[in-house]
């Protein structure tokens, strides 16, 4: 049984993917499962993670259902069942982990804890030119590379930088709130089961912070690791973005968080 288990969100996203993956090809730390959280895609994503799974040392399920429009809530709540280890670590198909990602996640997690990370966000130019060598050397994850390559210079870029006691300063002194953000999230098996896993009424906006914010009505608080676990999101469009979904998300939301729920009827068992 491996000591953790990545859960990772995909959708139609084939090219985005195979850069997700060789970015874990490169973890420092190897002791973990891959689960592809598959909403629907096409054979493309199929013959990606095949390939993967044959030429790679890496150990990947394909977990896939068929595509009856954003249901990411119902596949993932399938992923979490076939994982094997008792920690998770939930990201999306174009999210490029830096090689210490995992490893970071692994040494920092507490009992009664969550670990909540952020992204590093690229335009389109920048996640188009981002090829293997430089998943494999790690320069994409260098402010040099990644200004060279036309990114605007801010802030954001310590979220690369940090190190030591400046990356555990900005984590504390951050004004982000530590939430469930799908991209970069862990947290005990057990503890996600115990609050019946995702809410699958929900579709695209807050459906990861909901379950993040169950689990802190149980008791689980979360950890902010923004400027310690590290991943780059590729761009892409949100075609699957509507406004009476989000709607419907934020009503359940204000339930769970007035109501103080820890469990929903509508997860990975239903009453």
């Given at each position: 049984?491996?000591?953790?288990?990545?859960?990772?969100?995909?959708y139609?996203q084939p090219?985005?993917?195979?850069?997700?993956?060789?970015?874990?090809?490169?973890q420092?730390?190897?002791?973990?499962?891959?689960?592809?959280?598959?909403?629907?895609?096409?054979?493309?994503?199929?013959?990606?993670?095949t390939?993967?799974?044959?030429?790679?040392d890496?150990?990947i399920k394909?977990?896939?259902?068929?595509?009856h429009?954003?249901?990411?809530?119902?596949?993932l709540?399938?992923?979490?069942?076939?994982?094997?280890?008792d920690?998770?670590?939930?990201?999306?198909?174009?999210?490029?982990?830096?090689?210490?990602?995992?490893?970071?996640?692994?040494?920092?997690?507490?009992?009664?804890?969550?670990?909540?990370?952020?992204y590093?966000k690229?335009?389109?130019n920048?996640?188009?030119?981002?090829?293997?060598?430089?998943?494999?050397?790690?320069?994409c994850f260098?402010?040099?590379w990644?200004?060279?390559?036309?990114?605007?210079?801010t802030?954001?870029?310590?979220?690369l930088?940090?190190?030591?006691?400046?990356?555990?300063?900005?984590?504390n002194?951050?004004?982000?709130?530590?939430?469930?953000?799908?991209?970069?999230?862990?947290?005990?098996?057990?503890?996600?089961?115990?609050?019946?896993?995702?809410?699958?009424r929900?579709?695209?906006?807050?459906?990861?912070?909901?379950?993040?914010?169950?689990?802190?009505?149980s008791g689980?608080?979360?950890?902010?690791?923004?400027?310690?676990?590290?991943?780059?999101?590729?761009?892409h469009?949100?075609?699957?973005?509507?406004?009476?979904?989000?709607?419907?998300?934020?009503?359940?939301?204000k339930?769970?968080?007035?109501q103080?729920?820890?469990?929903?009827?509508?997860?990975i068992?239903?009453?």
């Amino acid at each position: 049984m491996p000591q953790l288990s990545v859960i990772i969100s995909t959708y139609n996203q084939p090219e985005w993917l195979e850069k997700v993956l060789i970015g874990y090809q490169q973890q420092s730390f190897k002791d973990f499962e891959i689960i592809i959280a598959d909403d629907g895609s096409s054979k493309e994503t199929e013959m990606v993670v095949t390939d993967f799974v044959s030429h790679s040392d890496l150990k990947i399920k394909h977990c896939w259902q068929a595509d009856h429009g954003f249901q990411k809530t119902k596949i993932l709540n399938k992923a979490t069942v076939a994982s094997t280890s008792d920690y998770l670590l939930f990201t999306d198909g174009d999210c490029i982990p830096r090689n210490d990602f995992v490893e970071n996640h692994f040494n920092l997690r507490q009992p009664k804890r969550f670990l909540s990370g952020g992204y590093f966000k690229l335009p389109k130019n920048i996640s188009e030119s981002i090829a293997e060598e430089n998943i494999v050397s790690q320069d994409c994850f260098k402010s040099d590379w990644l200004l060279s390559h036309g990114l605007k210079k801010t802030f954001k870029l310590n979220k690369l930088t940090s190190k030591g006691f400046k990356e555990r300063f900005l984590n504390n002194v951050t004004p982000t709130k530590a939430t469930w953000d799908g991209m970069n999230a862990s947290g005990w098996k057990t503890d996600i089961v115990a609050v019946n896993g995702f809410d699958e009424r929900m579709a695209y906006g807050g459906e990861d912070r909901e379950l993040g914010e169950r689990l802190m009505n149980s008791g689980i608080k979360p950890i902010q690791i923004r400027y310690s676990a590290i991943c780059l999101h590729l761009f892409h469009e949100r075609s699957y973005k509507n406004e009476p979904a989000i709607a419907k998300n934020k009503a359940i939301r204000k339930e769970t968080k007035t109501q103080k729920r820890k469990w929903t009827d509508f997860g990975i068992n239903k009453r």
